[in-house]
T-cell receptor, first 114, second 112 residues
Framework: GAGVSQSPSNKVTEKGKDVELRCDPI?????LYWYRQSLGQGLEFLIY????????KSGLPSDRFSAERTGGSVSTLTIQRTQQEDSAVYLC????????????FGSGTQLSVL | AQSVSQHNHHVILSEAASLELGCNYS??????LFWYVQYPGQHLQLLLK??????LVKGIKGFEAEFIKSKFSFNLRKPSVQWSDTAEYFC??????????FGSGTRLQVQP
């Protein structure tokens, strides 16, 4: 497809379980971002991959959160031992390196932790 | 710490009214500024951006924003809103190629 693709679109899990969220960026985009959107909280930055540079992990809220980007393309965000406060929409975005700030967003994964 | 503030959380206007949404940032040095919009059921998309040059920036759908360095502000304006402008608006900022920091968003509701 032409846009950023995220899967699953919805995920319901039990507290304490691990979840994996996937993001397929636009082909050729070197930068990939993960954000979290909670009701009334705006977008919270989680992690940022830029080419072959070390990722900026400064936004990850705890060591239960991790992300990787394989081959400079697909990214997986993993949340271990999920908690109810992890419930949110997880958004992925990508951009061309030379157009810093012009992000193309996916439709997000709605995560519900029961 | 770098931050972006949007003080209007929910704005209700009638069609043809003028719009101004506030955005303030706290960044040192050269800052890039953006407004993103999320229409109901759609992805977030870029509305306009400021990197340098003319502080009055024109975007899509008749929106504009003015960068006022002395006030650390980047307010979004539109002279006459339409029902189709109903959406959530996010101000964002970064420096260099760093990840964007977003504000908490402003929900705009335009009544026909």
């Amino acid at each position: 497809g032409a846009g950023v693709s995220q899967s699953p679109s919805n995920k319901v899990t039990e507290k304490g379980k691990d979840v994996e969220l996937r993001c397929d960026p636009i082909s050729g985009h070197t930068a990939l971002y993960w954000y979290r959107q909670s009701l009334g909280q705006g977008l919270e930055f989680l992690i940022y991959f830029q080419g072959n540079s070390a990722p900026d992990k400064s936004g990850l809220p705890s060591d239960r959160f991790s992300a990787e980007r394989t081959g400079g393309s697909v990214s997986t965000l993993t949340i271990q031992r999920t908690q109810q406060e992890d419930s949110a929409v997880y958004l992925c975005a990508s951009s061309f390196n030379r157009e810093g700030g012009k992000l193309f967003f996916g439709s997000g994964t709605q995560l519900s932790v029961l | 710490a770098q931050s972006v503030s949007q003080h209007n959380h929910h704005v209700i206007l009638s069609e043809a009214a003028s719009l101004e949404l506030g955005c303030n940032y706290s960044y040192g040095g050269t800052v890039n500024l953006f407004w993103y919009v999320q229409y109901p059921g759609q992805h977030l998309q870029l509305l306009l951006k400021y990197f340098s040059g003319d502080p009055l920036v024109k975007g899509i759908k008749g929106f504009e924003a003015e960068f006022i360095k002395s006030k650390f502000s980047f307010n979004l304006r539109k002279p006459s809103v339409q029902w189709s402008d109903t959406a959530e608006y996010f101000c964002a900022a970064n420096t260099g190629r760093r990840a964007l920091t977003f504000g908490s968003g402003t929900r705009l509701q335009v009544q026909p």
